[in-house]
């Protein structure tokens, strides 16, 4: 049974920092594509960004380039998520996401397995 556990979301003012994490368990993720999706009150889940554990660069949503980035420590089969310059407009509740996605999808349908989610929440 696949896991994904995220942690390290909280309370911050705007243009703090915090990271995020998604440790993962359970099967062999070489395969898997690492996804990084917000859902924010009365709105649809939103792609924000994308590794694969087998290597090659981060992809991001527009609305998160050059300030969120995304890494991963396959020894520990953890993904991270470091926000920079945070905006209240990124206030949301942040999951990770598996699957057997070989480049960037942004659809949340694509990705088979989810986290319980982390409340990230910005302050003005």
């Known amino acids: 049974q696949v896991q994904l556990v995220e942690s390290g979301g909280g309370l911050v003012q705007a243009g703090g920092s915090l990271r995020l994490s998604c440790a993962a368990s359970g099967r062999t993720f070489s395969r898997y594509g690492m996804a990084w999706f917000r859902q924010a009150p009365g709105k649809e889940r939103e792609f924000v960004g994308f590794i694969r554990w087998s290597g090659g660069s981060a992809y991001y949503a527009d609305s998160v380039k050059g300030r969120f980035t995304i890494s991963r420590d396959n020894a520990k089969n953890t993904v991270y998520l470091q926000m920079n310059s945070l905006k209240p407009e990124d206030t949301a509740i942040y999951y990770c996401?598996?699957?057997?996605?070989?480049?960037?999808?942004?659809?949340?349908?694509?990705?088979?397995?989810w986290g319980q989610g982390t409340q990230v929440t910005v302050s003005s």
């Open positions: 996401a598996a699957g057997v996605v070989p480049s960037p999808k942004t659809g949340p349908a694509y990705y088979d397995y």
